[in-house]
């Protein structure tokens, strides 16, 4: 059997109903890992579909157990073929954000796969089970027709993403020669647009924090006491104004990547940001002067203060306030230390006599900025297998504008990231009426199977 022979078999997967009908069991299991009570749901997915599923394809599976959080364990699988082999790691996970019911539209239900317009409508069906499903699915599809692989697989699956991921760091220092592999391609997240295969090779970072201003306790009469006391609000008004221009330009250094690599902009400057009727209107001006689009999203830095706090804005007195709280966000590319954003700011804030402005870092929200090198050999490789699959270019990410734990296999497993997405924009993931595109599905399916085929063919 071909090439051709695989790939036509997996896309039958979808167009024959099979692919729907395993992802309704899967989708039936209520695994929202942010419910206390979910442990059983979670041990459900992972030892009643993925572990007998991947045990026919020849997998051996064992359990980890979840270091911080015992209810959300993962599954870790492998099918090893040669010691001479390359190994390839793959990702997924089995949890879900809730449920929701009652606010999808009428006939659908969070846990009842549904097939609509084109559309499978269900909890999961695109973040992330569908994803994993496809992936898997592709891999049997190749299998089968080549009756091996040609490389050796790692399979991961964890219950926890929704929930931030707790214990995964742990478990990867814990079992780094366990997950250990040549390359990480998995899947999560959009495609830049539905009938565009995309891949992504990172994420930006992203830290939290609050700057504060305490003048002093509770807030006093501004006819008796405006004017001898300090105002918080303008103060720290002050302060935010000094870290970027008034057009949104970074003005820390420590905050600004160096520069932007030169195969990264190439990449960038080849996708093109295209809104949708419904999204704002751009503001061209805004930003890093000389960056657009997604040069400026993924490719550089931003700085967003996501609520400022000063008296009471619902119900504003005449008094001078006690304090002012501003929560704000840096996202971040590779380049810039992550470690260095925080002392870099004390600095900045001290040099511009503001050190009466506290810094609080969040405890939540802070992600390692990763992306794999554009020209790296496996990404040349699922490019190039990919845009033979479909006859259609691939729109390559260097990394998303978004955040995502992927520093775990970037970092701390050490190895080149390769994303490919199997949803679409308007997906409405984490919402009432998440859906996958069965052309998505099927698509998915067909550019997998290639990238599987590929492997084993070690055209990398
Ligand atoms: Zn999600």
Request: glycine share 10%; charged share 25%.
């Amino acid at each position: 059997m071909s090439r051709a022979d695989a790939i036509a078999a997996a896309r039958r997967h979808v167009t024959d109903g099979h692919f729907a009908s395993e992802l309704a069991r899967r989708v039936a299991i209520p695994s929202e890992s942010p419910r206390e009570d979910s442990g059983a749901d979670h041990r459900r997915y992972l030892e009643d579909e993925m572990r007998p599923w991947l045990e026919s394809m020849g997998f051996s599976c064992r359990i980890l157990e979840n270091p911080s959080i015992d209810r959300l364990p993962a599954l870790f699988a492998e099918r090893h073929e040669g010691d001479d082999l390359p190994t390839v790691l793959t990702y997924g996970h089995g949890d879900v954000l809730w449920g929701m019911a009652g606010d999808w539209d009428e006939g659908l239900d969070p846990w009842k796969l549904v097939e609509r317009d084109g559309r499978l409508y269900g909890r999961g069906t695109v973040d992330n089970k569908g994803q994993h499903a496809i992936n898997l699915a592709a891999l049997s599809a190749v299998l089968e027709a080549r009756g091996r692989l040609g490389f050796n697989v790692k399979v991961i699956i964890e219950m926890g993403e929704e929930s931030g991921s707790p214990g995964l760091q742990e478990l990867a220092e814990t079992h780094r020669d366990l997950l250990s592999a040549d390359v990480l391609i998995a899947s999560d997240g959009p495609r830049i647009g539905a009938d565009r295969p995309t891949v992504f090779l990172g994420a930006r970072g992203s830290l939290n924090f609050h700057l504060i201003c305490e003048c002093r306790e509770g807030a006093h009469h501004s006819g008796n006491w405006g004017g001898v006391l300090t105002n918080p609000g303008i103060r720290l008004a002050h302060a935010l104004a000094t870290l970027t221009d008034a057009n949104g330009r970074i003005q820390i250094d420590a905050w600004r990547p160096p520069s932007i690599p030169e195969n990264v902009r190439a990449a960038l400057d080849q996708l093109a940001f295209e809104p949708g009727p419904n999204d704002p209107q751009l503001n061209p001006d805004w930003g890093e002067p000389g960056l657009q689009g997604p040069a400026q999203v993924m490719g550089f830095s931003s700085f967003e203060v996501l609520a400022f706090l000063c008296g009471r804005p619902e119900a504003p007195v005449n008094a001078v306030p006690g304090w002012a709280r501003a929560t704000c966000q840096l996202r971040y590319v590779v380049g810039v230390d992550g470690e260095q954003i925080l002392p870099a700011l004390r600095e900045h804030l001290d040099a511009h006599g503001f050190s009466d402005i506290k810094v609080e870092r969040m405890k939540r929200g802070f992600f390692s900025a990763t992306r794999t090198d554009p020209d790296n050999d496996w990404v040349r490789l699922v490019r190039a297998s990919v845009e033979e699959t479909t006859g259609k270019p691939v729109s390559l990410l260097p990394n998303l504008g978004g955040s995502l734990p992927n520093e775990v296999f970037a970092e701390t497993l050490g190895m080149p990231t390769v994303w490919v997405p199997h949803s679409h924009p308007a997906c409405s993931q984490h919402a009432p009426n998440e859906h996958m595109l069965a052309s998505v599905a099927e698509e998915g399916m067909a550019m997998m199977a290639g990238v599987w085929w590929d492997i084993g063919e070690r055209r990398a």
